[in-house]
């Protein structure tokens, strides 16, 4: 059973910065690629940005510049550094693991931005 659990959200006024973690329960190895959601009030989920194994990183165009994806092996764990924080960059965002076509969700955790 896949375990994702996220953190760090919160409320911020724009033009300031969170960073959110996403813990997993196993080793993060062992996914394809892992990556950020957010879903806006009445909105789709859409992707933010992702990490594949080989590392290489895929980015919305909106948070390009601004969002930067990382990830630590050794305590199996995905950040999203998020900089220049805009009001519509509000959302819940979402932790996903894809490994072998299966996709695993966190909870989500709020960020809010304020203009």
């Known amino acids: 059973q896949v375990q994702l659990v996220e953190s760090g959200g919160g409320l911020v006024q724009a033009g300031g910065s969170l960073r959110l973690s996403c813990a997993a329960s196993?080793?993060?190895?062992?996914?394809?690629?892992m990556g950020w959601y957010r879903q806006a009030p009445g909105k789709q989920r859409d992707l933010v940005a992702t990490i594949r194994r080989d590392s290489n990183t895929n980015y919305a165009d909106s948070v390009k510049g601004r969002f930067t994806i990382s990830r630590n092996i050794a305590k199996n764990t995905v950040s999203l550094q998020m900089n220049g924080l805009k009001p519509e960059d509000t959302g819940v965002y979402y932790c996903n693991a894809n490994r072998n076509g299966d996709n695993y969700w966190g909870q989500g955790t709020q960020v809010t931005v304020s203009s």
């Open positions: 196993g080793n993060i190895f062992a996914f394809n690629a």
